[in-house]
Nanobody, 120 residues
Framework: QLVESGGRGVQPGDSLRLSCAAS????????MAWFRQAPGKERIFVAAVHRSGGHTAYDESVKGRFTISRDNAQNMVYLQMNSLQPEDTAVYYCAAGRDWSMDQSFYTYWGQGTQVTVSS
């Protein structure tokens, strides 16, 4: 089970950290990722982190602004988001999968999502 938290309304330029708590003992065996879905649009890849946390990948739209990390001892995944812009407004989903991919079809477990709204 994956449970996201941390989403809220912020202003352009603000920072926000999303958290994802995972249950189960096999957390470190999963690749973890964040996806987002803006109103009226498809869900898209944001960032992924390797099982060990030593390798990450980002969509070009967030590279340099967002940072994904994980704490395998705490079964947690984080998404630090800086310099937020209105186009970052979306529901953000945490996902777990057995394959390293930016394709959401490779991810087996999903959280319920947390809303991030960036508006002045």
């Amino acid at each position: 089970q994956l449970v996201e938290s941390g989403g809220r309304g912020v202003q352009p330029g603000d920072s926000l950290r999303l958290s994802c708590a995972a249950s189960g003992r096999a957390f470190s065996s999963y690749f973890m990722a964040w996806f987002r879905q803006a109103p009226g649009k498809e869900r898209i890849f944001v960032a992924a982190v390797h099982r060990s946390g030593g390798h990450t990948a980002y969509d070009e739209s967030v590279k340099g602004r967002f940072t994904i990390s994980r704490d395998n001892a705490q079964n947690m995944v984080y998404l630090q988001m800086n310099s937020l812009q209105p186009e970052d407004t979306a529901v953000y989903y945490c996902a777990a999968g057995r394959d390293w991919s930016m394709d959401q079809s490779f991810y087996t477990y999903w959280g319920q999502g947390t809303q991030v709204t960036v508006s002045s």
